[in-house]
């Protein structure tokens, strides 16, 4: 199984929202991580078939998607960043609506979506109109209806976005336990969400692939560039202006700094070891507009 994007470009007049992206994944579960803007959305519709490129192609097992439309539709699943429902629909009778959409017979769906249900954690209130359900729930019924399929490639867009950490902790456990033999692309701007689950991080910025890699071999590319240092509240504002800081918090009468420096920002800061999130403010640090 291999999904392979060939210098897909994407233009709006002339402005370029993608371009020359490359890049070849097999089953796995991969983030792709990028400020506002960077060309995610735009990225998913493509693959997705809802969009065609200016200039590239998407390729499934070595066959341009263009050319399997209909075969292609039948091994993908999709839940968009807002996802659409009937709210006066009750769980059951949603899945089964979509069920109909993707071809399925009615027995074999009926069968499908009560499984389906039950590893989303919603068996028992799949009677409840979706109108009454909760923002984790609703999620939860989303990716539900993007497995309906049983599909090879699972795409997410943005899909903890709104949650409660209990919830995200949920959906990320559910995302995982899907992820088997498939080909899962998940974008969210809650960085730990994906430091966690992905396999491999897709760093997309102005349109551009810069970086990919797992976490571990990424976080190489600031090793010893990452400090805390205590500071007085005095000082914050100076050091925010002359370094990058990905936090900061109170200790006693104090604020403790997280800073990405290639240079020791302070006689007593100490070395720390860097995570993902320091990473993506790295990238992103200069006039992009982060999430």
């Known amino acids: 199984m291999e999904l392979k994007l060939d210098n897909i470009t994407k233009n709006y007049g002339t402005a370029a929202t993608l371009s020359e992206v490359s890049f070849t994944l097999n089953p796995g579960v991969y983030g792709l991580l990028g400020a506002n803007g960077a060309g995610k959305t735009t990225l998913f519709r493509i693959i997705c078939g809802l969009m065609k490129p200016t200039q590239g192609a998407v390729k499934y097992n070595n066959r341009d998607i263009s050319t399997q439309a209909e ?7 999709f839940l968009p960043q807002d996802f659409s429902y009937y709210p006066d629909f009750t769980a059951l009778k949603f899945m089964l609506y979509i069920s109909s959409l993707k071809g399925l017979n009615h027995k074999t769906a009926k069968k499908r979506c009560l499984k389906l249900l039950k590893q989303v954690g919603l068996d028992d209130v799949k009677g409840k109109r979706i109108r009454k359900y909760s ?6 019924l989303g990716i539900a209806q993007a497995m309906i399929n049983d599909p090879e490639i699972l795409i997410l867009d943005e899909p903890t976005a ?3 950490p209990k919830e995200r902790v949920k959906f990320r456990k559910l995302i995982s336990s899907f992820a088997s033999k498939k080909i899962v692309i998940l974008s969210t701007h809650i960085v730990a969400d994906v430091e966690y689950i ?3 991080i897709l760093i997309l910025k102005e349109g551009r692939l810069v970086d990919r890699g797992s976490v571990p071999a990424l976080l190489k590319e600031i090793q010893h560039q990452v400090w805390e240092c205590l500071i007085s509240e005095g000082e914050v504002t100076e050091m925010e202006e002359k370094f990058l800081v990905s936090n900061r918090r109170h200790v006693e009468n104090d604020i403790l700094l997280r800073i990405v420096s290639d240079k020791k920002p302070k006689e007593d800061a100490r070395q720390v070891d860097p995570a993902l999130e320091d990473l993506y403010l790295f ?5 992009d507009n982060i999430e």
């Not at 990238?283 to 006039?287: H, K, S, T």
Request: aromatic fraction near 12%; proline fraction near 0%; hydrophobic fraction near 30%.
């Open 198 to 200: 992905a396999d491999e």
């Open 162 to 164: 709104g949650l409660d």
């Open 135 to 140: 923002g984790g729930m609703k999620q939860r």
């Open 283 to 287: 990238y992103f640090q200069e006039g």
């Open 71 to 77: 075969s292609f539709r039948t091994i993908l699943g």
